[in-house]
């Protein structure tokens, strides 16, 4: 599994996943999801039950898009 944690674009498009944070113990959260088969519940009582919380967990896809013009009659 390959995990992301840069905003770099191009590290994004070969990752299964990316996660942003500040705290190093956030790339198990893809690891206990998508390979442990955790669900999100699981996973934060997993942490909470080692003294952590999970204060925000937003899932979003981002699209990056690169938009030019056609010359006329090249369409």
């Excluded at 770099?8 to 070969?14: A, T």
């Amino acid at each position: 599994m390959t995990i992301a944690v840069s905003e770099n674009k191009y590290i994004n498009q070969i990752a299964q996943r990316t996660v942003l944070s500040d705290d190093a113990l956030s790339v198990l959260v893809p690891v206990l999801e998508g390979i442990v088969g955790w669900t999100p519940l699981r996973i934060r009582e997993f942490f909470e039950g080692h003294g952590f919380v999970l204060r925000e967990w937003d899932k979003v896809q981002t699209d990056s898009l690169t938009i030019c013009r056609v010359a006329a009659g090249a369409a």
